[in-house]
């Protein structure tokens, strides 16, 4: 082969390396744009947490419960804390010098499961 038909074939190589690379940039670039449009990085307001929060899967004698309000967090009927964080997706408060860090679980926003403080893996469910 001769050293002219060599640099031919290294350019059809690189040709076809991008026009492979632009591909798959086009179909990653689809895919997340139709995630969008489905609403798959939507992150909930803040809104949809206001409510009664149960623990699941313990007893009712053992279970523990929260209040989110516009007001703030209340546990057993009491006001804990009136500032609290949550970025769609995760909510932190602090009760005391404890730090509380929930994560949605579902994607109706009716389960959170507990981060923090960690002693068990706990779920609450929203009632």
Do not use: C
């Not at 313990?58 to 006001?79: C, E, K, N, W």
């Not at 500032?83 to 509380?100: K, P, S, V």
């Amino acid at each position: 082969m001769s050293q002219a038909q060599e640099k031919e074939l290294q350019k059809r190589k690189v040709r076809l390396l991008v026009l492979i690379g632009l591909v798959a940039v086009g179909l990653v670039a689809g895919t997340i744009a139709a995630m969008y449009r489905a609403g798959m990085f939507a992150k909930m307001p803040s809104t949809q947490l206001y409510g009664n929060w149960v623990e699941l899967g313990v007893p009712s004698y053992a279970q523990d419960s929260f209040t989110i309000s516009s007001a703030g967090i209340y546990t057993h009927g009491r006001l804990i804390n009136t500032q609290y964080e949550f970025d769609g997706t995760i909510l932190r408060y602090m009760h005391g010098d404890t730090e509380y860090v929930y994560q949605v679980e579902d994607e109706d926003g009716e389960q959170l499961l507990r981060i923090k403080p960690a002693h068990y893996k706990s779920s609450f469910r929203k009632q």
